[in-house]
Every structure is written in structure tokens, then in C-alpha cells.
């Protein structure tokens, strides 16, 4: 099981770069790095997965570095609407219990 | 194309009474997960469903059970209800194969039990 440290929580404002580190230093060989995001009352939804380098999508970027041991949500331009919990999962099927952790708490000020 | 559907939205229920939630997954996905989130906490794994058996387990008694129809639609259900089941219950759709397919959630059934 790959343990994954995040921030409890972080404050940012409308219209700036937001970059939230989640730290997974026993990821192993197989696993993918997959970001949630949670409103409240709301069931996560999918924002980005990765396997190595930088990935990006409509929403967000995903950096990893070489060794993988971490990786880097980053939310371009953020708004009010992007006040959420972010998970950070790593793993695939079979080789662990799904653990999502307490997230990172995103609020976004006007 | 519908999403995770779970019924019934909010439930409340008494000490010692069992419960049946409900989830139809993606149209397209196989494998049905369930989770149990407490307040200010993250999403805690039940069980993981396919091809109607269950195929994972976390760290939840015999009172959590659950089923998956041959149409992938699944139930859970949780006897002998005690206080601290109450939680939002997500149920959550993936595919089988490739094995990072991402979890899709439905919006979850909130449980109080008094």
C-alpha cells in the first residue's frame, strides 16, 4: 500500500496558480497516480491520472518527477468554484485498498 | 449517457434495524466499489464488486454486506445498524480492465441513524 501524505489544508485566490503536492515515497513499479475532487454533500469526481512525467487535461496538470516519489496537482487560474477536498490515490486494482486519506482542503478567496 | 445513480438520497434509521442502499453504476463500467465517509473525513473502502462476487474488502465487520446483479447494479447492506454507521455512503463505478481505471461516485446515500 502506498501511503500518501498531503496538506491538511491551503488558501488561495481567484485568478491564481494553485499547486498542491502529495508525497508517495513507497509507490510501487505498476501503480498510477489519479487525483479526486470533493464538494460538499458530492461524491468525488475524476480530475487527472498520471504514470510518470506531466500530464494535462482541460482542468489540470499533473507533474511526477523522475523518481516518483511525489507528484503535483496544479489548477491554472483557480476560481471560486475550485473550493473543494483533493484526494490523492496511488495505486491500481488489486495491489491495494483504496485509501483516500482527509485530502487536502482547497478554499479560494474572492 | 447517465452517470452513478444511488437511491435513496437520505435515510434514517433506528439502532438495530438494517439497511439496503442502492447503486447503478456508469453506463459501460463492470465493477462496483463502496465506501462509507464519516464527517470531515475521506471515503473509507467497504467492498469492491465484480462479476458478482465480491473481490476486496476493507476493514468492516460482517455487518456490511453487499450484492451485484448481472446487470452490474449493486446493493449494500448493513445489519444491526449502530450509531456510528451513520456516514454518506458512495458508491463508486469502474472498469475491471485496465487496472488504473478511475473510480466514477454517484452522489451518495446520507445515512442517520438514531
Known amino acids: 500500500l502506498a501511503k500518501t501524505t498531503q496538506p491538511i489544508s491551503m488558501d488561495s485566490y481567484e485568478g491564481q496558480e494553485v499547486n498542491i503536492t502529495c508525497s508517495h515515497n513507497?509507490?510501487?513499479?505498476?501503480?498510477?497516480i489519479t487525483w479526486y475532487q470533493q464538494f460538499p454533500s458530492q461524491g468525488p469526481r475524476f480530475i487527472i491520472q498520471?504514470?510518470?512525467t506531466k500530464v494535462t487535461n482541460e482542468v489540470a496538470s499533473l507533474f511526477i518527477p523522475a523518481d516518483r516519489k511525489s507528484s503535483t496537482l496544479s489548477l491554472p487560474r483557480v476560481s471560486l468554484s475550485d473550493t473543494a477536498v483533493y484526494y490523492c490515490l496511488v495505486g491500481v486494482r488489486g495491489s491495494y485498498i483504496p485509501t483516500f486519506g482527509r485530502g487536502t482542503s482547497l478554499i479560494v478567496h474572492p | 449517457d447517465a452517470g452513478v445513480t444511488q437511491s435513496p438520497t437520505h435515510l434514517i434509521k433506528t439502532r438495530g434495524q438494517q439497511v439496503t442502499l442502492r447503486c447503478s453504476p456508469k453506463s459501460g463500467h463492470d465493477t462496483v466499489s463502496w465506501y462509507q465517509q464519516a464527517l470531515g473525513q475521506g471515503p473509507q473502502f467497504i467492498f469492491q464488486y465484480y462479476e458478482e462476487e465480491e473481490r476486496q474488502r476493507g476493514n468492516f465487520p460482517d455487518r456490511f454486506s453487499g450484492h451485484q446483479f448481472p446487470n452490474y447494479s449493486s446493493e449494500l447492506n448493513v445489519n444491526a445498524l449502530l450509531l456510528g454507521d451513520s456516514a454518506l455512503y458512495l458508491c463508486a463505478s469502474s472498469l475491471w480492465r485496465p487496472l488504473n481505471s478511475p473510480l466514477h461516485f454517484g452522489n451518495g446515500t446520507r445515512l442517520t441513524v438514531t
Open positions: 513507497n509507490i510501487a513499479t505498476n501503480d498510477y
Open positions: 498520471g504514470y510518470k
